[in-house]
């Protein structure tokens, strides 16, 4: 039978997920992530050897079982007593429960495999959305950056209520505020910052 030391805790490997989630939730930090991947991968590397562990054991039992079998019919052919045919019997129940168990404890690491492989592909896929994010916002950064060169004008964008920003004149080193409702129609916002530049 597997080492009992080694086997998984599933309240601890839900706690693991639960901090998984909340980690995948949080997307602060790449590094974060990919710690989360290290820790899947070695919870994934630690239940692969745990379950060819338990596939040894279970040939061993298998072995068992078939030498119980020959002992049983052994015992019917030499008509041995029957005080011996039920202990053989009895052992041989016991290792049909045993092989039951680890095949029970070797279907749970098998879902437990499947559901980390599914985590371990989600946490990839996030990684990947993260830096196509970063990826964006440098390239906006970038936009604005030279649009404000070219135009004079810086967009204020953290009211969101409405189209504001503010006009730059390095020339007369004057800075001046405009403002437009969402009301407008964007063709109408252009025409205007365009006479305003």
Known sequence: MANLGKRVDIQSLLALGD???GV???QKDGDALMQSCEGAKMLRSFSRSDAREIHVSSQEYQEKISACKEKIYKAESETIADA????VQKDLEEELQNEH?????????SDELDG????RASI?????IIKKKKKDMLRAQDLLSMCASVTNIIPNLDDQDKISGYIVDKNKKK?????????L?????????????
């Open 84 to 87: 011996e045919l039920d202990r």
């Open 19 to 21: 901090d998984l989630i």
């Open 101 to 109: 168990l680890l095949r029970q404890e070797l279907r749970k690491i």
């Open 24 to 26: 995948l939730k949080s």
């Open 124 to 128: 990839e896929e996030r990684r990947e």
């Open 116 to 119: 980390l492989d599914c985590q």
């Open 185 to 197: 129609s964007p063709y109408e916002v252009c025409n205007k910052l365009w006479k305003m530049a």
């Open 175 to 183: 800075v001046e505020k405009f403002e437009f409702e969402h009301t």
